[in-house]
């Protein structure tokens, strides 16, 4: 399992603790956490590793062979550009376009590994998804790498996208929480984060993020009650 260790930086802009107990309208501010920063080195995402590949019988399968080989091999660049080099016409065999989407991922994944950032695998990762948008591993692994970059991509719909090409991680749930959140919308990220609490069994990762999340709601909701 590639894990890449990638977090959060939660802060509260309370400067005195005093102001929670100090009379207050209810309009008050509670400011929220700023999880994307991702440079608490305690959380700990781990990505799923490459791919199995399944070269079809085809005019190109020994091409493909060889790019398989040259990603196990670290050798990125070539392999890069002699997936580039694919024909358009060899997509629309559906089992070549399913594997050759797969080793877009695959190439993702190392080069994640090897620049030591989710980021770095983004472009590989976008192009997975193009060849196919069903390819769950692949699209949750974009999402990630937008996540880290805080790239504009990673919209509401992506991730919406993602909960359903993917439904049993609790990733997109808890990044969309995390947005409700940061606009101090709390039932909204509440009823995302009761689904990723549904799909964050086997991930200690999601479950310290989403006890996070919960954490600062309880403490928000508590501050709004002592505002009163």
């Known amino acids: 399992m590639i894990a890449l260790y990638l977090g959060h930086q939660l802060w509260l802009k309370h400067k005195d603790p005093m102001l929670l107990q100090a009379p207050a309208t209810a309009s008050m501010p509670v400011s929220p956490p700023r999880f994307t920063d991702l440079t608490d080195e305690h959380v700990r995402i781990d990505f799923a590793p490459p791919q199995p590949v399944h070269i ?4 190109y399968a020994a091409m493909l062979a060889d790019v398989s080989r040259m990603i196990e091999q670290g050798k990125l660049p070539d392999a890069q550009t002699a ?7 060899a997509l629309t065999d559906m089992a070549i376009r399913l594997n050759v989407a797969t080793l877009w991922n695959n190439l993702g994944v190392h080069q994640a590994h090897a620049a030591g950032t989710m980021g770095a695998g983004a472009l590989a990762y976008k192009t997975a998804v193009s060849i196919n948008s069903r390819n769950s591993t692949a699209f949750m692994n974009l999402v990630l790498a937008y996540w880290e970059l805080k790239d504009p991509a990673l919209t509401t719909e992506m991730l919406e996208e993602a909960m359903r090409v993917a439904p ?3 990733m997109p749930h ?3 929480a995390q947005r409700f959140i940061e606009k101090d919308e709390l039932s909204s990220a509440t009823i995302h984060l ?5 799909h964050s069994a086997d ?8 006890k996070s999340q919960i954490a600062y709601i309880e403490k928000a909701r508590q501050a709004e009650q002592n505002f009163h």
């Not at 997936?83 to 016409?89: V, W």
Request: without cysteine; negative net charge.
């Open 56 to 59: 079809p019988t085809s005019p």
């Open 83 to 89: 997936l580039q080099a694919l024909p358009p016409e």
């Open 168 to 170: 049993e991680n609790a």
């Open 174 to 176: 808890l990044i969309l």
């Open 194 to 198: 009761e689904h990723a609490k549904a």
């Open 203 to 210: 991930s200690p990762q999601a479950q310290s993020f989403l």
